[in-house]
């Protein structure tokens, strides 16, 4: 053999060699990698929930999907539940049409408002809670004799949760009974956290749900001069609503969320002090625990769902110029037959 053709060779050879160890290498590597990702599936599985249901922050109307929660009640049924929060009802109806929720807490207005307007599928199949709003007005304007009723508002600002929120709705229709139109107040949007140190002279009064009225009184820097059951007594305030894609796709699942808020409803009313501790501990209000039980005494736990309460909502929202006119029913009664579905709560 020449020394030449070794020459060649060599060098061809070291270089197969190289390409053979390379190879080897990223076998091993792949390798690795494939059972790192094993190991990982194995030990820490995706677990995807079973249902995405969406509540207001800090609510106490929807007090029993906490109580559900904090009792295990939706791990006893065997139910992977992610809970989803939002700022207001209105945000929460965005989150149905946004996929982002299969179900959820919210109030009865907004639920019904967007339905129309928006045409955002959903269906009412339980209530959370009648009552438990009021509005709200600074301590020093009520002391002072200057603000004692809803009539005293008129050239006032008033913040209140937003549009298409029960909230708002109350507000009008106290409004109106007072001799007032929605233009003799100016009306602000803000959060309910937000509400009772923003009063000031000229916005001196606000709307919203438990416990922000209590909380607000228990601090000596509001007062109530009228509550929602004064206004419109056992009114229908938060619901229960799935989205109708859900309902078609998972009615079992609905039913066993259904059956879990009639016991988490039931369990709050046969044991108020209990119900009041957890509320406390998830509203974070441990030092001001008689505010929430202010806060609880003027909420009516009711999972019934009041059909004429909701007929009554939608009646104002049209009187209001609320809904948009090519949107709204036609036959009042055919389209509550289908945002209401009440046999999942009447089978519990």
Not at 227 to 243: D, F, K, M, N, Q
Not at 264 to 277: F, G, L, M
Request: proline residues 5%; charged residues 20%; aromatic residues 10%.
């Amino acid at each position: 053999m020449s020394l030449g053709f070794l020459l060649l060779v060599r060098p061809l050879e070291r270089r197969q060699a190289r390409m053979d160890k390379n190879r080897a290498i990223a076998a091993a590597v792949v390798i690795v990698v494939l059972s790192s990702v094993a190991i990982v599936a194995f030990w820490y599985p995706t677990t995807l929930p079973d249902v995405r249901i969406g509540y207001l922050e800090k609510d106490l109307h929807q007090l029993a999907f906490r109580v559900a929660y904090v009792n295990g009640w939706y791990e006893e049924a065997g139910l992977k539940v992610e809970l989803v929060p939002f700022g207001n009802g209105a945000l929460e109806m965005d989150g149905f049409l946004g996929g982002q929720i299969d179900m959820g807490y919210l109030g009865a207005a907004p639920a019904l408002t967007k339905r129309i307007n928006q045409d955002i599928m959903v269906t009412v199949v339980a209530t959370a809670n009648l009552e438990g709003s009021a509005i709200m007005v600074r301590k020093a304007d009520y002391d002072a004799g200057l603000i004692t009723s809803v009539a005293n508002l008129s050239g006032k600002g008033v913040y209140q949760p937003g549009p298409s929120t029960v909230q708002n709705f109350l507000l009008r229709l106290a409004l109106n009974q007072s001799g007032l139109a929605w233009s003799d107040i100016t009306a602000y949007s803000t959060a309910p956290s937000l509400m009772a140190e923003s009063l000031s002279e000229d916005s001196p009064a606000f709307i919203a749900w438990e416990p922000f009225n209590a909380r607000a009184e228990f601090d000596n820097l509001a007062v109530p001069i009228v509550l929602s059951g004064e206004i419109w007594p056992r009114h229908p305030c938060c619901v229960v609503a799935t989205s109708n894609a859900f309902l078609e796709s998972n009615p079992e699942i609905v039913q066993e969320v259904v059956d879990i808020h009639k016991r988490a409803e039931e369990w709050i009313v046969s044991n108020p002090t209990q119900a009041i501790q957890i509320a406390a501990t998830w509203l974070e209000m441990e030092d001001a625990v008689s505010a929430v039980e202010t806060a609880f005494n003027r909420i009516i736990f009711d999972y019934n769902i009041n059909r004429t309460g909701i007929e009554r909502y939608l009646s104002f929202l049209i009187e209001q110029g609320l809904l948009l006119p090519d949107r709204i029913p036609s036959d009042i009664d055919l389209f509550l037959d289908s945002f209401i579905n009440t046999t999942f709560i009447e089978s519990t």
